[in-house]
């Protein structure tokens, strides 16, 4: 088992990828912790992780709310112990053109997306570094290939995943030396509700499909494997990294 006792956290674990990350870290043997806002979701996953035979926790955590992440930290302290392995997954999407974008979408999604990160992180950074000397932890941003190519979910939403990037190669510089990892994977096309919004009949799916070079769309389970591997001792010499997870279609 690659993640055997350590104590995973991820954010909009509930659904679609943070879901399928939670899931592959429990099956290898870790106790996962999930925050999100959907709490029907929220513990069906929780009875999910806990199949695995490891301990799990769902807690209503909102990543824009400094204080509510301050909570979430402190329960899953005393209940899991300290973070090993922090998922900053949380996002939402809308495909709006330039100008249909609001103020208060753009900022909507600024919010959630980039400073839900910041505010994450911040919430969990002294429970990652309080550890042994040689321990390693990794935080592992879920940004999106739209930050290279500049499609997917809009503006905004493309803003705020670059900005995710600039944010994972500071905190790789400065948290390197004390024993944290930190990455990003990018996914492109992965069956979710962010998917189902952006191509919504079958038809455009095909579509989508057929620039594909490896003709599927991806699954939750795709970046779950990805993100142990990044979390687990077999990868320490991968930081500040972006991963493209996008069956090959951007470099085609
Ligand atoms: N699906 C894709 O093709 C794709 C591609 C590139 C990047 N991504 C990224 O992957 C991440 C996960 O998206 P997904 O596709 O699984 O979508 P999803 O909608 O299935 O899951 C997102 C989860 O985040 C939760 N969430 C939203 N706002 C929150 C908040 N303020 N606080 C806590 N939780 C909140 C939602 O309740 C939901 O459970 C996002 O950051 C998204 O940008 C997805």
């Known amino acids: 088992m690659l993640l055997k006792d350590k104590v995973c956290v991820i954010t909009g674990g509930a659904n679609g990828i943070g879901k399928g990350i939670a899931l592959c ?15 029907t979701e929220g513990e069906k996953t929780l009875n999910e992780i806990k199949s695995h035979n490891v301990k799990g926790l769902y807690i209503n955590s909102d990543v824009t709310n400094p204080e509510s992440l301050a909570e979430a930290q402190k329960k899953i302290s005393s209940e899991l112990g300290n973070t090993d392995v922090l998922v900053v997954n949380a996002g939402i999407s809308f495909k709006h053109s330039f100008k249909e974008v609001s ?11 980039l400073s839900g990160s910041f505010y994450t992180i911040k919430a969990f950074i002294d429970s990652m570094l309080d550890k042994k000397e040689n321990d390693r932890k990794s935080i592992i941003f879920i940004s999106s290939g739209s930050a290279f ?48 919004q952006l191509y919504p009949d079958e038809k455009s799916k095909q579509e989508l499909i057929e620039q594909i070079p490896i003709r599927r769309i991806g699954y939750p389970e795709d970046i779950g494997n990805l993100a142990c591997f990044l ?8 930081h500040g990294q972006i991963i493209l997870m996008d069956g090959g279609r951007t470099y085609q």
């Open 149 to 196: 190519t500049g499609g997917g979910g809009g503006v905004h939403y493309t803003a705020s995943k670059s900005g995710q990037h600039g944010l994972m190669r500071a905190l790789a510089k400065e948290y390197g030396k004390a024993g944290i990892n930190v990455n990003a994977i990018a996914p492109r096309v992965i069956a979710s509700h962010i998917l189902d």
């Open 231 to 238: 979390a687990s001792e077999k990868s320490t010499y991968i």
């Open 103 to 113: 103020d208060e979408e753009w900022k909507k999604v600024i919010d959630i997306n």
């Open 25 to 39: 870290m429990a099956k290898e043997g870790a106790n996962v912790a999930i925050l999100d806002l959907n709490d």
